[in-house]
């Protein structure tokens, strides 16, 4: 299963597309960045009165939007980090 799908994520997705270049551009400082933020959001959401599956599945897009927004600024604010990061 795991293979068949590598197949076709490879055949469908195939050509870059805008988001998915600069996503994969930023890749490598969401890497570095994503246990801070994730932490601070769980952290700012821990007392929801909701279930943790619950916040968990909220709490997920977020985190990932929120670093790869992060690791946009980063990477186009503070000079020299795109020939780090």
């Known amino acids: 299963m795991s293979i068949g799908l590598m197949v076709s994520f490879r055949s469908r997705f195939a050509a870059p597309a805008p988001l998915r270049r600069l996503l994969s ?5 969401v890497y570095i960045i994503h246990p801070p933020v994730v932490i601070a959001l ?3 959401c821990r007392d929801l009165p909701l279930p943790s599956l619950l916040k968990f599945v909220l709490l997920a897009p977020l985190c990932v939007t929120a ?4 690791s946009q600024l ?12």
């Open 25 to 29: 551009a930023n890749a490598y400082t």
């Open 42 to 44: 769980t952290y700012a």
């Open 67 to 70: 670093s790869f927004t992060i």
């Open 74 to 85: 980063i990477v186009r604010r503070i000079p020299g980090a795109s020939r780090v990061l």
